[in-house]
Structures are given as C-alpha cells and as structure tokens.
C-alpha cells in the first residue's frame, strides 16, 4: 500500500503528463465500477470499427501509477471484446512463438490504410477443442479477463482486443518485438548481477502491482514468458495461469514444473507467496543459467523442491546478497518467505540485493535495459525463434462440441 | 476418467519410478539424476556493505544505468548473442524451452454444491499397514494430516491383474492413476522413442522390477502427463491398489479448504483480532499449525511466559488456577485461549489442560508479527481493552 502511495505522489511531480490529466483515486475501482465503465464505453461493433480501434491503438502510452491504470479512459477500451473483427482482418505474417496451448502470431491489419501499414500486433490464437480437451477453459477466460484488468501496466502485454470465431479464441496483444529474455539468457548462457537485478526490479513491480493492486496470483514465472520491448524492458506475456483470488488460496495444479512452488506441488492449498517462490529460481537462473531444481524426470524435481535447500555452485560466484534474497524467495514456508511476510513487496524492494535502486525510476522506465533487443523496424521478428508450421489437419470443433461448449467462450 | 494427454515433457532417459518407491535392495536406481558439484554456503552473511559489489550512484544520475549496469550488450539478436565462459555449467542440462503443465480445475466440494464425498473400499488391518508403509513416506504423501491420510487410504481400490503380461499402464498414454503393488512382479519398460512401439521390440528396454510395497505412476496424482514407460505384469494373479488423481487432489483440496475456513472463523470471534482485514485473517490462517494433545497435557501452564494463541479445533479442555481445585472453565471446538501472549509477556494467569485428546491450531508471537508487523499496531486500530486476565471470563464463542 505504502508503496503504491509513494510511487503516486512522487510521479506526479516527476512526470506531469500522464497523472496531471487523468483523475487520482487512491483506492483500484471496484468490480461494479469496472463493470459500468465497460458498459459505458461503446464496443466496437463492425469490422471497420473494429480495425479502426486496433490501429488507433497506440503503443506510446505513458506508464500510469497502478492505482490509475484502470482509471485511464485509454486502458478502458482496451482489452474488450470486439464483435465485428475478424481473423480475416488480419495478414498473419509469421510464428512468433508456441506453448502447450497457444500459437503467437506476428500480425499486421489487412488492407491497412497507408499510415497503418507499419503497425503490427501479436496475436495469440488457442484453438477451442485443445483448450476444452486440455480442461483449460476456466483458465483462458481467467486469462482474458485479467489482462484486461492490468491493460496499461508499463511491464505487461497489453490486451488491445479479443474476438472468437467458430473454432478458435484470439487475443490480439501488443508486439514486444525484443523477444524472450530465454534466448538472450540461453544464448549469454548466464546474467551478470546488474542484468539480473534489472529484471528482477521490473518483476518485482510486476508482482507488487498484481498482488497488490489486482489480487491476481500470476503462477508461471518463467525466462520464456518475459519478453523484451524495444527498449529492452520487461513485457511479462502468457497470463494463461493468471488468477484473481481475492482473500483465499487456490487449488488446481499450474505452473512450469522447475518453478513450482513446494505448496503446489503437495496440493497444500496457494496463493500469490508462489509468484515469490518462483521469483526466486527465476533470478538464481539468470545469475547460474539453470534452475536450482532440475531433472530430467519431473517427479525428481518435485522432490527435490519439496526436500532439498536450494545450493550455489562454487562458479560462478554468488554475491552474498543474491544468495540472501533467492534463499528470502525460496524458503518452503510461506510463513517466512519474503514477499508473502509483513510488508510484502516493499520488504522486497529494500533487501541489500536492491540496494540503490530508486524505484520510480524502475517503474518510469528511467533505467537503461541491460540488453537493447536488434530491432530494425517496427515488424522486425529476427529476435524470435522460427517455429514449424502448425498442422495442417486437426480435430474439428463439432456441433456436440460447440452445444456444450460455446457458452463457455461466450466472453471472447 | 477419460481425457486427453497434457503434452508434458518426457524425459528421454528417464525412470519415473526411480527412488524410494521401488522396493528391495536398490534405493538409488533412478536413472535420470545426475548429481550436481555444489557448494554449500550456509553461512554467508548480508549484514556487510563493504562486499556489496555494485556501484550505485547518487540520485542525480540515477537515470543511467546504474546500478544495473548501464551498457546495452544486444549488438545482434539472441542467435548472435555473444557467450559467456561454458566453465561450470552442468554438462546435462537440458537447456530448451520449458512448457508449462496443468492440472483440470476443481473447485472444493464445500464451495459448490455437490456432495461429494470420498470413495471407501474396506481394507484390512494388515493391508492397512502395508500400504501405511508403501505409501506415507513418498512426498506426496508424507505431509498429510491423520484425517486425510484416512481418507486416502479408505479410497485406495483394488485392481486384480489375473494373467501375466498385462499392461497396467503404457508408455506414452495419459496417466490418471497412481499403484502401489499388494501383489506379485511388475516390470517396468522404457523405449527411448518416449511411447510403446508396435512389433516385438517396441516395449524398449526392461529397466527394473516393482515388488509387493512397491508403487508407481506417482505423476498422474498432480496431472495428465504422457506415462515414462510401461509397466507390464511379470507373473499371474498380481494385485494392485489403485487411485485416481481427481479422488486424491479432492480429498486433499477439500479437508484443507474446511480447515481453512474454519480457521478464518475461528479468527473472527477473537475480539483481539477484530480489527484485522480479511486478508490479515486469511494470512494467518494460512500459518496457523495445528497440534494434537492427549488428554491430560498442559497446553499452557500458569505463570510460563505466554508465546502462542490456540484455538481449540476438537475435543476438551478446562482452565486451572493455583489454589483451586476444581476447573474454572471450560472449552469446546471454537474457543480460544492465550491471545494476550500475542499483546505482552506478562505470565500466563492459569493453566489450560486437555480433558480428551484435543486437536489445537497455534500460532507464535513471533510468527504473528512476522506476517503482520508489529502487534502494537494492529492493536492500536481499536481499543481494544486487554482484560488482567489471560482467561477472559466473559469471552463467549
Ligand atoms: N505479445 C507478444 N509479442 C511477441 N511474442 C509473443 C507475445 N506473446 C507471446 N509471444 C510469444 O509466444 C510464445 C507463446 O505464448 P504464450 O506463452 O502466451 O503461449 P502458451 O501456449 O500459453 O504457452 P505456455 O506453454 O507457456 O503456457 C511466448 O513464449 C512468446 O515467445
Ligand atoms: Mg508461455
């Protein structure tokens, strides 16, 4: 709370702008506030209306304080279903990336208008049937509806819209055209501190904002889901795990199985303290190149989780206080583990390991990425992977299918 | 149960029943582990600045760089990216993307409205203390409360497999159960395509035997993965105790979500907490430990310096005081005691007993303080009027 409150004050003398002409509440809208707004604000109907709202999509938004992002008229509008688009209205230019369930898209407008012609998006496309067989239907409305909330966060993708067609859902994001900080980690085979704590900075912003400011629990932390904007900043993508909780725990298995926490794996029940868990390996990675848990076999990596202290390899050298903190991260009681302790994300923000690091300055995005991403222009995709062709024949969405079904997509 | 497979990883050269779940001699057979040369540094300290290696400047220049550093290192694109020294980096790692893995979602029985309740297959005494020891020191296991272990063991099923030759589950097929043998010789292949091939080869290599005590397909109780190998029965007339994973994610989901609730309600009554926000309750409810006491144990005894609160989740106990025989109170499922410990040092001002064998939720003052800072100040949200008593005479459930 202390934090949210410091970063208002201090910003809006430091940047004027963004702050200085939107309205400041102190307290994040309520559901029922959200609900109205989004009445309010009329959806675009028509594919022309559709297309025309994604191109006045501008990515130069300034970065709000968190308890103004949902304040913003501009982040309003975004992430909310857009009736009329269509996957038709779109080039699909090539594959930006896969997971389990989705395939990523770099895209540009179909037909664009001669000033739209350099704008491009990524848009994320789950076919209906995998995500029905792979019982993730909760979890993509989850994820829908939570990027729509956190639209604006300077660290986050942004949900521009979302559509749905017969057999397919699609989230049409922001292009964060830098790529996976796991290629640079892969390639770099391990960070420096300064990289690590870089990014750690921004996550730990990432994490205060979702737990404290959303209630969301994010759950899978991960060098593959941090991509780099042009800037070399943190875009932290694939909310498909992302769950809003409220005061209570959480049960259903989720994550990547090296940054699983040691309370999902024993189904104890979790809450956002995994997110923390999960912070830990993630900077004991970037500072070693692997995780500290690792196997080939999952299950010898939940054991180790749950039984074993997280150890450092005599190279290359740790320092003290990067040991301090991923130890602070990594400690199976939730009870003592830092971030989930009294004074959450701000007890984080002043561990030695973050010493001299003004904060401000992180979320305004003062600091210079340690890595600025070889983007030549607007669509430049070389710091992606090239991924295969998806398959040219898969199971059909059936009537049977969609009669039990599309009421379960109806939010896209 | 039917469904399909969650594309999990599968390693290659991988035993998925490696381990302690294997019975006889071979503890370590597992094939996947390679074990790592690590250092261990318990005694590093933080408290010293002068090791602090990054150079972080004033607040002026805070704009560049430092102190993560301030040269941008990308030249080309991560293909191009230049390498660091290859020293010290473990030889197998496998260093590809990760996918991440899900389980279906449930929701706890207590709140929707189904009633579900868990299955009870009778078992006997012996077989009850068998499967005690197959089962409770794997870790999915070994950190659950008597209640939950009871339920677990009542919903464990019987799968007779009369012939030899069976397949119990097969490579590269989704996996819903988890075994543990009663009965009879299992052999477990691994063919390194990662699934069971057609002809005669196609099992793989046989790498190891599962006897009575044994258990394996552990994985299936957290998700739907493709199955590690195939498990083929050596013998006839093998038996197996089989559990799926929705009845044990369930049993576990649901005893855990009541308690928590419960706890949060407990929490409500206690005027001491009156002011924390829910979200402080459910904090503390989450780090409350439950004990049980026979009867005739002294929880807390008059004149200790008090260190923890409890609430008494079952059974009875009553409060004593020096000089008076008889109990001065009496406690049932929802009462409270020692919260002031919570407040001051001050001694505690009677002694509280188990009448029966009691199952008590406690929690520290300094885990209290811990996850909420210091107690003074949540104090100070209210007037709250701490009585001389540590008993409160007047405080009702
Ligand atoms: N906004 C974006 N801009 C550029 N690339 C993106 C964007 N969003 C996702 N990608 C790329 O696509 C990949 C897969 O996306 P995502 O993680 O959302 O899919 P998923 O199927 O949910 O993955 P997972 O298996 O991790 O659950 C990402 O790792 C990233 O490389
Ligand atoms: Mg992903």
Not at chain 1, 69 to 80: A, E, S
Not at chain 1, 345 to 358: I, L, N, Q, T
Request: hydrophobic letters at 35%; a negative charge; one cysteine or more.
């Amino acid at each position: 709370m202390a934090a949210t409150a410091l970063l208002q004050t201090t910003t809006t003398g430091r940047v004027g702008g963004p702050s200085s002409t939107t309205p400041s509440q102190n307290a994040p809208p309520t559901a029922e506030q959200k609900d109205k707004d989004n009445m309010a604000a009329a959806q675009p109907q028509t594919a022309e209306e559709g297309k025309q709202f994604v191109a006045r999509y501008s990515d130069q938004q300034h970065p709000l304080p968190p308890s103004e992002i949902q304040q913003d008229p501009r982040n309003k509008d975004l992430g909310r279903t857009s009736r009329g688009l269509s996957v038709r209205d779109f080039e699909l230019v090539r594959t930006l990336g896969t997971g389990t369930f989705a395939r990523v898209w770099l895209v540009r407008l179909a037909n664009p208008a001669e000033e739209d012609q350099e704008k491009v998006y990524a848009l994320k496309v789950l076919r209906k049937v995998e995500v029905i067989k792979l019982k993730q239907v909760d979890h993509v409305n989850h994820e829908r509806s939570v990027l729509a909330d956190v639209a604006g966060h300077p660290f986050i993708t942004t949900l521009i819209t979302s559509f749905s067609d017969h057999d397919s859902l699609y989230m049409l994001l922001d292009y964060c055209p830098g790529g996976e900080v796991f290629s640079y980690l892969r390639k770099a085979k391990r960070f420096d501190e300064h990289t690590a704590r870089f990014y750690a900075a921004e996550i730990v912003l990432i994490l205060e904002f979702l737990h404290e400011s959303e209630g969301v629990a994010y759950r899978d932390l991960k060098p593959e889901n941090l991509l780099l904007d042009a800037e070399g900043h943190i875009k932290l993508v694939d909310f498909g795990f992302a769950k809003r909780l409220g005061n209570r725990e959480t049960y259903t298995l989720c994550g990547t199985p090296e940054y699983l926490a040691p309370e999902v794996i024993q189904s104890m029940g979790h809450t956002t303290a995994v997110d923390w868990w999960a912070l830990g390996i993630l900077i004991y990675e970037f500072l070693t190149g692997y995780p500290p848990f690792w196997n080939s076999n999952p299950i010898e990596i939940y054991k180790q989780i749950v039984s074993k202290p997280v150890l450092f390899p005599t190279e290359p050298a740790i320092s003290p206080e990067a040991k301090d903190i991923i130890r602070q991260f990594c400690t199976v009681d939730r009870s003592h583990r830092l971030g989930n302790i009294s004074g959450r994300a701000e007890r984080v923000k002043s561990h030695p390991f973050f010493r001299g690091v003004y904060w401000d300055d992180v979320y305004y995005r003062k600091y210079r990425g340690p890595i600025i991403p070889p983007v030549r222009y607007p669509g430049d995709a070389q710091c992606f992977d090239q991924y295969p062709d998806e398959k040219a024949e898969r199971e059909p969405y059936d009537d049977a299918m969609k009669k039990q079904w599309d009421d379960h997509f109806k939010d896209f | 149960m039917s469904g399909n497979t969650f594309p999990g990883r599968r390693g290659t050269n991988s035993n998925p029943f490696s381990g302690s779940t294997l019975s006889g001699e071979s503890e370590q057979t597992s094939l996947g582990p390679i074990s790592k040369v690590m250092e261990e540094e318990e005694n590093d300290t933080v408290t010293s600045p002068a090791t602090a290696s990054f150079n972080f400047a004033g607040k002026g220049s805070s704009t560049f760089g430092s102190p993560f550093g301030g040269d941008a290192s990308g030249q080309g694109p991560p293909s191009s990216f230049k390498q660091s020294s290859t020293d010290g980096f473990p030889a197998h790692y496998g260093m590809g993307r990760r996918t991440s893995v899900s389980a279906e979602s449930l929701n706890p029985t207590a709140s929707s409205n189904d009633n579900w309740t868990p299955p009870f297959h009778r078992k006997t005494p012996d077989q009850i203390t068998r499967l005690k020891k197959s089962i409770f020191n794997n870790f999915l296991f070994s950190h659950l409360d008597d209640e939950q272990s009871s339920q677990i063991l009542g919903a464990l099923v019987e799968k007779p497999i009369p012939a030899k030759g069976i397949k119990v589950i097969t490579q590269g097929d989704q996996g819903d159960f988890f075994y543990v043998v009663e009965k009879g010789i299992f052999e477990i292949y691994v063919n390194p395509a990662g699934s069971l091939q057609p002809g005669p080869d196609g099992l793989g290599k046989k790498v190891a035997t599962i006897e009575p005590g044994g258990s394996f397909g552990e994985l299936a109780l957290m998700y739907n993965a493709p199955r590690a190998a195939t498990v083929m029965s050596a013998e006839p007339g093998c038996l197996l105790w089989a559990l799926d994973r929705i009845t044990f994610r369930r049993i576990l989901m649901d005893s855990t979500f009541q308690r928590r609730r419960l706890y949060e309600s407990f929490l409500e009554e206690v005027p001491l907490l009156s002011t924390l926000t829910k979200y402080e309750r459910s904090k503390i409810a989450d780090a409350l430990e439950t004990q049980k006491y026979p009867a005739g144990t002294t929880i807390i005894q008059e004149g200790d310096v008090g260190e923890a609160f409890y609430l008494l989740e079952s059974g009875e106990a009553e409060v004593y005081k020096k000089g008076t025989p008889n109990p001065v109170k009496h406690y049932t499922k929802g009462d409270y005691f020692g919260e002031l410990a919570l407040l001051n040092d001050a001694p505690r001002a009677a002694s509280v007993v188990s009448k029966t064998e009691v199952k008590v939720a406690t929690l520290g003052k300094d885990g209290f303080q811990r996850l909420l800072g210091p107690v003074e100040s949540i104090m100070r949200r209210t007037k709250y009027e701490p009585g001389v008593e540590v008993i409160d005479p007047l405080h009702k459930k």
